[in-house]
């Protein structure tokens, strides 16, 4: 038995404004820090960005 698209897990059709107001609120029951800094520097921790390998120098 198919079901019709929108009856899909998940697929409840939301505005943009109730998925806004969906979204903050979950934030907020996760206790979701915005502070830009503080998101700043979780970013470096997971995203560090590995050196750049040096040509060898004897290719004279």
Partial sequence: MKLPKSSKLGAEKLTPEEQKRR???????????????????????????????????DLT
């Fill in 23 to 57: 979204f903050e609120e979950l934030s907020r029951e996760l206790e979701c820090d915005e502070s830009e800094d503080n998101f700043d520097a979780a970013l470096r921790v997971i995203a560090k960005q590995k050196p750049k390998a040096e040509p060898p120098s």
